[in-house]
């Protein structure tokens, strides 16, 4: 019911910045919280940053301080602003969409994702 595009992602030496973008379209009135996962090759998928419906964010501890995740909800589209980029940021970007759905009596969250977006920090 939600479909999301990431754009962004590139090639930035170490110390630069990019600036990610997660556009969502589809029963976008139904999203709680909207959040960025980062995976290495050979490593597992972890969380980068998150925000809900009421504004409040959490970062990763690796990223504190360096990133920044914002909606602009006008337009349905989540950003991560990433300053001061390591290679150990290198790693394909995921936008993650949360929906919460009613389910057997309850409800139920239901997770949608992007296709993902390469991000390379290289001298």
């Known amino acids: 019911q939600v479909q999301l595009v990431e754009s962004g992602g590139g090639l930035v030496q170490p110390g630069g910045s990019l600036r990610l973008s997660c556009a969502a379209s589809g029963s976008t009135d139904s999203i709680n919280a909207m959040g960025w996962h980062r995976q290495a090759p050979g490593k597992r998928q972890e969380l980068v940053a998150v925000?809900?419906?009421?504004?409040?964010?959490h970062y990763a501890e690796s990223v504190k301080g360096r990133f920044t995740i914002s909606r602009d909800n006008a337009k349905n589209t989540m950003y991560l602003q990433m300053n001061s980029l390591k290679p150990e940021d290198t790693a394909v970007y995921f936008c993650?969409?949360?929906?919460?759905?009613?389910?057997?009596?309850?409800?139920?969250?239901?997770?949608?994702w992007g296709q993902g977006t390469q991000v390379t920090v290289s001298s």
């Open positions: 925000i809900i419906s009421g504004g409040r964010t």
């Open positions: 993650n969409a949360r929906l919460s759905v009613p389910s057997g009596g309850t409800w139920s969250d239901i997770d949608y």
